[in-house]
């Protein structure tokens, strides 16, 4: 198991940036493939992106790619999310999750359903 909590979020206009960070407890950060979710008010989480244990494969939902960048720094039990770009519907909560991985290439599924921990999220608000 390994603890999860998400910072760096704000209220930020249409274009702006963003970089959330996720730092996650325990020895065993790097036995885990990540990924970064999101939710609005009145819908289901939704994925947004995922990396692998070693961070050398990403993968995106579509309306994020090439604005959104995730990453890994496993010496510092962290995972970030640069958010550029931004649009209004890019406001929700956005939480990190992890996924237990064997493999250090494998990318963690888009369903929220098959990660088993969770941090407490934080909030984007993008302005018009």
């Known amino acids: 198991q390994v603890q999860l909590a998400e910072s760096g979020g704000g209220l930020v206009q249409a274009g702006g940036s963003l970089r959330l960070s996720c730092a996650a407890s325990?020895?065993?950060?790097?036995?885990?493939?990540m990924g970064w979710f999101r939710q609005a008010p009145g819908k289901e989480r939704e994925f947004v992106a995922a990396?692998?244990?070693?961070?050398?494969?990403?993968y995106y939902t579509d309306s994020v790619k090439g604005r959104f960048t995730i990453s890994r720094d496993n010496a510092k039990n962290s995972v970030y999310l640069q958010m550029n770009s931004l649009k209004p519907e890019d406001t929700a909560v956005y939480y990190c999750?992890?996924?237990?991985?064997?493999?250090?290439?494998?990318?963690?599924?888009?369903?929220?359903?098959?990660?088993?921990?969770w941090g407490r999220g934080t909030q984007v608000t993008v302005s018009s």
């Open positions: 990396i692998s244990r070693s961070g050398g494969n990403t």
């Open positions: 999750a992890a996924y237990s991985a064997y493999y250090s290439s494998t990318v963690p599924p888009s369903t929220p359903s098959r990660y088993g921990d």
């Open positions: 325990g020895r065993t950060f790097s036995s885990y493939a």
